[in-house]
């Protein structure tokens, strides 16, 4: 399984951006699909996942800026995030794994996408 990440670049305060992953290869299976950041020095850490029966799972900084969704037709994963502060800056890594945004256990990582406010 391959997760390619895309849509990632430069937004002012407030701004909005859509981050994508593709994922191709063998099928993913019934996992969890989500979107982990980090930044130099931090841990990776969850953002926004949704299950395999459509329920999504927010972190608390996002909650009500980013929306997370799926295009099962195009084996895509989006992040629409409204409202961006400089704090959501790092790099979004797409996952997948058993258990939405744990990080240890995610079984597929993308190469991941910056994503810079200022």
């Known amino acids: 399984v391959q997760l390619v990440e895309s849509g990632g670049g430069s937004v002012q305060t407030g701004g909005s951006l859509r981050v994508s992953c593709e994922a191709s290869?063998?099928?993913?299976?019934?996992?969890?699909m989500g979107w982990f950041r980090q930044v130099p020095g931090k841990e990776r850490e969850g953002v926004a996942a949704i299950d395999t029966d459509g329920t999504t799972t927010y972190a608390d900084s996002v909650k009500g800026r980013f929306t997370i969704s799926t295009d099962k037709s195009k084996n895509t994963l989006n992040l629409q995030m409204n409202g961006l502060k400089p704090e959501d800056t790092a790099k979004y890594y797409c996952?997948?794994?058993?258990?939405?945004?744990?990080?240890?256990?995610?079984?597929?990582w993308g190469q991941g996408t910056q994503v810079t406010v200022s």
């Open positions: 996952a997948a794994g058993p258990t939405c945004l744990v990080r240890q256990v995610q079984r597929f």
């Open positions: 290869g063998n099928t993913v299976g019934p996992m969890c």
